[in-house]
């Protein structure tokens, strides 16, 4: 019997944002190789270290960093150490933010580069509601493939974890 999908996660957004081909590598656990920092699932897994010294809080299958109470307004909070993948990053707190909505909590977003001392607000409008259901639906297409998407070269190969798999 397949093993079961995972549910639709901020991390699975990310990733299917950054490439879907890397998405489903993901979902299906065909993990990289974890210890190489020079790439982009080793600097995930530093944001990932780097969170944890924060207040995690669990919503489903989702960790988001932090909820701030700013003047009354509930502001969910995602730290990133880069801004490279700043539209993968917003997509995952939008979906984030759909995800309290769903559950009745309004909220705003806030993502943050400590690094680079930037904040960028995030606010769930019809807009990036539209974008974010079509990018959960993407994934949950994406997941029950049997094969993953095709190989295309993109600037994120470069650094990928996948490299070896997909070009060698
Ligand atoms: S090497 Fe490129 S195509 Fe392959 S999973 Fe990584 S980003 Fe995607």
Same mark, same amino acid.
């Given at each position: 019997?397949?093993?079961?999908?995972? %549910?639709?996660?901020?991390?699975?957004?990310?990733?299917?944002?950054?490439? %879907?081909?890397?998405?489903?590598?993901?979902? @299906?656990? &065909?993990? %990289?190789?974890? /210890?190489?920092?020079?790439?982009?699932?080793?600097?995930?897994?530093?944001?990932?270290?780097?969170?944890?010294?924060?207040?995690? +809080?669990?919503?489903?299958?989702?960790?988001?960093?932090?909820? /701030?109470?700013?003047?009354? =307004?509930?502001?969910?909070?995602?730290?990133?150490?880069?801004?490279? #993948? &700043?539209?993968?990053?917003?997509?995952?707190?939008?979906?984030?933010? &759909?995800?309290? =909505?769903?559950?009745?909590?309004?909220?705003?977003? =806030?993502?943050? $580069?400590?690094?680079?001392?930037?904040?960028?607000?995030?606010?769930?409008?019809?807009?990036?509601?539209?974008?974010?259901?079509?990018?959960? #639906?993407?994934?949950?297409? &994406?997941?029950?493939?049997?094969? %993953?998407?095709? +190989?295309?070269?993109? @600037?994120?190969?470069?650094?990928? #974890?996948?490299?070896? $798999?997909?070009? #060698?």
């Amino acid at each position: 019997m397949a093993a079961a999908l995972p %549910p639709v996660s901020g991390t699975l957004v990310w990733y299917y944002t950054i490439c %879907p081909r890397e998405c489903w590598l993901m979902c @299906h656990q &065909l993990n %990289p190789d974890e /210890d190489d920092p020079n790439i982009e699932y080793g600097r995930f897994l530093q944001d990932q270290a780097y969170k944890r010294e924060k207040k995690e +809080v669990g919503l489903g299958a989702n960790r988001i960093d932090f909820i /701030d109470a700013v003047g009354g =307004e509930l502001v969910v909070v995602e730290v990133k150490k880069s801004s490279r #993948a &700043l539209e993968s990053a917003r997509m995952q707190l939008a979906h984030y933010l &759909l995800s309290l =909505e769903e559950n009745g909590v309004r909220a705003t977003g =806030e993502l943050r $580069f400590p690094d680079e001392r930037r904040r960028e607000a995030v606010i769930l409008d019809d807009q990036l509601r539209k974008e974010v259901e079509q990018t959960r #639906a993407a994934v949950r297409r &994406l997941m029950v493939q049997p094969q %993953p998407p095709p +190989v295309k070269r993109i @600037h994120w190969c470069r650094r990928c #974890a996948y490299a070896q $798999f997909c070009w #060698a």
